[in-house]
């Protein structure tokens, strides 16, 4: 396969590139096929209720099941399928595969949990993104209520309006709203007014080094206050530590998510969590917190 890409890229292929650049350069040449013949796959990431750590939701993440370079990481590929446009077939197949998986564990009887799928700018402008989800719904026979959309706040200062607008539309449809990696965008507070989501998800940076880190500490306990003051439901993101789950309890974020619960995981591994219903029985064995 290298030799192939050698001979047929000779002038833009240099045979001193590192690895790196190497895997960067086939990448982009894998990308159409990859879309064509499934190769990206949906992993799950459990979100936990602080008052009770059972399992209350699941984030679908993206991952390139490479047949050279193995299991690759959305931070590799996103970003690339943003620039060739791949990014709407892409983001179509993980928001129809996870609709799909979720109505089917509510199939097999466990209780509904609420499935966030994490949408990139370039697709919500999509003149027909909107159609595409209410079709996905209707097609999945997915109730509305347990789907949410994570979008981050980069990019919108520069078609705010038309984000604003688009996003009403989604909401209209029964659907929720997250603002994702909260507090790393442009504009956090704005958009909690114009947007009203339903969820912010605080960004890892933040959550790292807490109770510990003084500043992280002010600010996560701030955002929570404004959250909850503005009606908003706040999620922690990348929870790692028993002292950040319960520091964060206290604070009554409402949700957390993190490697401390699961890393992301296939659907048949998270349905095994799901029959136990809570996360990390250490975890939750070892919780003082008081429910609020
Ligand atoms: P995100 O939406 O903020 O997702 C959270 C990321 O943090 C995930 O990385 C997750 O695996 C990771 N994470 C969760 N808990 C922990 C923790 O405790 N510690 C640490 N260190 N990391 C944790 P992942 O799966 O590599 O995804 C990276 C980003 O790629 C996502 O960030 C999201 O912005 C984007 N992405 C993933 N899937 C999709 C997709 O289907 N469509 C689009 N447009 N973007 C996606
Ligand atoms: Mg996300
Ligand atoms: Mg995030
Ligand atoms: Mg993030």
């Given at each position: 396969r290298a030799k192939e890409i050698g001979k047929n890229n000779i002038e833009i292929f240099s045979p001193t590139m590192n690895v790196g650049a190497y895997k960067k350069f086939t990448l982009q040449n894998d990308l159409r096929k990859a879309v064509q013949?499934?190769?990206?796959?949906v992993v799950y990431q459990p979100k936990v209720s602080s008052e009770t750590y059972t399992i209350i939701g699941a984030e679908a993440l993206a991952r390139w099941k490479h047949p050279q370079w193995g299991m690759i990481s959305p931070m590799e590929f996103i970003l690339l399928a943003e620039k060739t446009?791949?990014?709407?077939?892409?983001?179509?197949?993980?928001?129809?595969?996870a609709c799909k998986q979720n109505k089917k564990w509510q199939e097999e009887g466990f209780p509904p949990i609420k499935v966030s799928v994490n949408i990139s700018p370039i697709q919500l402008l999509h003149p027909d993104f909107v159609?595409?989800?209410?079709?996905?719904?209707?097609?999945?026979?997915?109730?509305?209520q347990w789907l949410e959309l994570e979008i981050t706040?980069?990019?919108?200062?520069?078609?705010?309006?038309?984000?604003?607008?688009?996003?009403?539309?989604?909401?209209?449809?029964?659907?929720?709203?997250?603002?994702?990696d909260y507090g790393t965008g442009y504009s956090s507070?704005?958009?909690?007014?114009?947007?009203?989501?339903?969820t912010v998800k605080i960004d890892r940076s933040f959550i790292q080094e807490i109770p510990n880190d003084l500043e992280n500490t002010e600010i996560v306990t701030a955002v929570i206050n404004l959250a909850k003051k503005l009606n908003?439901?706040?999620?922690?993101?990348?929870?790692?530590?028993?002292?950040?789950?319960?520091?964060?309890?206290?604070?009554?974020?409402?949700?957390?998510?993190?490697?401390?619960?699961?890393?992301?995981i296939p659907a048949d591994e998270?349905?095994?969590?799901?029959?136990?219903?809570?996360?990390?029985?250490e975890a939750a064995l070892q919780k003082t917190v008081k429910p609020v």
């Open positions: 013949e499934n190769e990206i796959v446009g791949f990014i709407h077939t892409i983001g179509n197949q993980v928001l129809l595969e159609n595409h989800v209410e079709n996905v719904l209707f097609s999945t026979g997915l109730s509305p706040e980069t990019a919108w200062l520069k078609n705010e309006s038309e984000m604003i607008a688009k996003i009403e539309q989604l909401r209209s449809l029964g659907i929720g709203i997250a603002i994702d507070l704005s958009y909690l007014k114009k947007l009203r989501p339903d908003v439901k706040v999620v922690a993101e990348g929870v790692e530590t028993k002292e950040q789950a319960s520091y964060l309890c206290n604070l009554h974020c409402n949700e957390l998510q993190g490697y401390y619960f699961s890393k992301p998270f349905k095994l969590l799901l029959k136990k219903g809570i996360c990390s029985p």
